[in-house]
């Protein structure tokens, strides 16, 4: 009896180090900060000193035209983002998913990129993107052109521009990994059986990636939601509210403003749109995975 009980419990003493680590550096910092936006909080006081204030923090933001502009720049940084790196880096990954000399060689410099630290990413497109000695305004003069106001005007767009350039080398390389990893009795079916490469493309190769561009998409938003400093060393938010997306909005109401209550709620709300994206995506990949299984079990009563 003694030994069964052991034994049933042996698992668990063994998950029991790792489950300790994540209720300290997870969830106790998430249950802190959601307590927190409930209350009138500043750096100057411990949070058994503060106010509870309710829900007072949650409907100011929502009735904030600053913060609604924050959120509206966050979604659309994000959205185009995601959009363009996924078709680039899928692209690459069907361009080059074949044996090319020196294809270790491409690979190392495709994820060049993701490897420079984001302040430096920052400062070197700040400096390309520089009015007058910039890399970019040069060139436009030297074809005889007028150079363009990119962190004036075209601030978002040169910040996606940015991002694009560094971690589309991510989807890349996963999207390579998916395609290398496809079943290849798959392909020599559909080549046999007289598929074209672009009907291999967009009925074989794409629906069997599907899987792992779903969770590359939902990696690829949340960290994009995040991005901070790379806006903050190339515009600072600005001019005006045009580049300040959500994180740098919470960092500066907490250390400027000095109102961690009503950072504490920006965290939550934009924690809760998170989770809302990852519900999605994840009831996406049930239907696809759903649909799947009621046509594999069509053809099966077929045959």
């Known amino acids: ?10 698992p668990y003493a063994f998950m029991a ?22 209350r009138d909080w500043n750096p100057a006081q411990t949070i058994g000193e503060t106010e509870f204030v309710g829900f007072k923090n949650y409907v100011t933001l929502f009735y904030d035209p600053a913060f609604r502009e ?26 080059l998913d074949r044996n090319i000399r020196g294809m270790s060689v491409l690979r190392t410099l495709f994820i060049l990129p993701m490897m420079i630290a984001p302040v430096v990413v920052g400062l070197m497109w700040r400096y390309m993107y520089h009015p007058t000695v910039g890399t970019f305004n040069r060139f436009l003069k030297s ?33 390579l990994a998916a395609l290398q990893s496809l079943p290849r009795s798959a392909l020599e079916a559909a080549r046999i059986d007289g598929a074209t490469p672009w009907q291999q493309i967009w009925h074989i190769k794409i629906p069997l990636m599907m899987p792992v561009l779903i969770v590359t998409c939902l990696l690829r938003l949340i960290d ?11 515009t600072e938010g600005g001019p005006g509210l045009s580049t300040e997306i959500l994180a740098l909005r919470i960092s500066r109401t907490a250390t400027e403003f000095r109102e961690l209550g009503v950072a504490a709620a920006m965290s939550n709300y934009l ?26 079990t069509a053809a099966e009563e077929d045959l």
């Open 143 to 175: 074809i005889g052109l007028e150079g363009v106001d990119w962190l004036g005007q075209n601030a978002l767009m040169s910040v996606i521009i940015a991002d694009i350039w560094q971690w589309t080398p991510f989807i890349f390389i996963l999207a």
């Open 70 to 95: 924050s959120l509206s720049v966050t979604l659309r940084f994000a959205v185009i983002v995601v959009g363009v790196e996924m078709v680039i880096g899928v692209g690459l990954a069907l361009l």
């Open 17 to 38: 180090p790792a489950a300790i680590v994540m209720v300290i550096a997870l969830l106790y910092p998430l249950l802190y900060m959601v307590w927190g936006s409930f």
């Open 1 to 10: 009896m003694q030994r069964a009980t052991l034994n049933r419990m042996t």
């Open 224 to 234: 994009a939601f995040k991005v901070l400093e790379v806006i903050l060393v190339m």
């Open 271 to 296: 924690l809760m749109l998170l989770l809302i994206l990852t519900a999605l995506m994840f009831a996406y990949t049930k239907i696809q995975e759903a649909r799947e299984a009621r046509l594999r």
